[in-house]
């Protein structure tokens, strides 16, 4: 697997090279990559919720705003019961700056702003205390969608929890302190 980098001083982490470890996260990547059609990216008329049902509780869509660079250029247009669940609430309409610390945001949205400038997935994992979990650990993808040669406008993300059995996967996360990933 290669290197995933840090978002420090969260024990966040994203992976371009996309190495899934959970299944789940592979069958969404292999659904946006058939929705592609060869394209760049799928718009968000791609994709069909009914074609997704299983998945829909794990399911987040960002807007982005603008050209997508800052923390105020993405906000939560949806989320899935499953990810209310894990945050504690529901954050739709909310911005990324209501989901983090102001600092925390800023690398959130620095990592996002490279999805939304390459077009490109990206994994992320963390070891995170949630207001709804205290031990969380999660992976997930995010997925751009746009228009046929326009901008990215909306990423598709999917979260799991990672399995305990797939925790040897996650050497970044061993031997962490717990970050405040939501606040």
């Known amino acids: 697997m290669a290197a995933a980098l840090q978002l420090k001083p969260l024990t966040l982490f994203v992976d371009p090279s996309i190495a899934l470890v959970d299944g789940r996260l592979r069958g969404l990547l292999d659904y946006w990559n058939g929705k592609r059609a060869g394209r760049v990216m799928p718009c968000r008329a791609d994709i069909s919720p009914a074609e997704m049902v299983m998945r829909l509780p794990r399911i987040a869509l960002l807007n982005v705003l603008n050209a997508g660079q800052t923390a105020a250029d993405f906000n ?82 999917e979260t799991v929890s990672i399995r305990q059995s797939d925790r040897q996967s996650f050497p970044e996360l061993r031997n962490e302190g717990l970050a405040a990933v939501v606040s």
């Open 76 to 157: 939560v247009r949806l989320s899935g019961t499953g990810i209310d669940d894990l945050l504690g609430h529901d954050f739709r309409g909310s911005g990324l700056t209501d989901l983090l610390s102001n600092s925390s945001a800023k690398l959130v949205a620095a990592a996002l702003a490279a999805l939304v400038q390459h077009k490109r997935p990206m994994r992320f994992f963390a070891h995170a205390h949630l207001a709804g979990n205290p031990d969380a650990y999660v992976e997930g993808i995010a997925l751009p969608l746009g228009p046929e040669g326009g901008p990215v406008n909306m990423v598709l993300l």
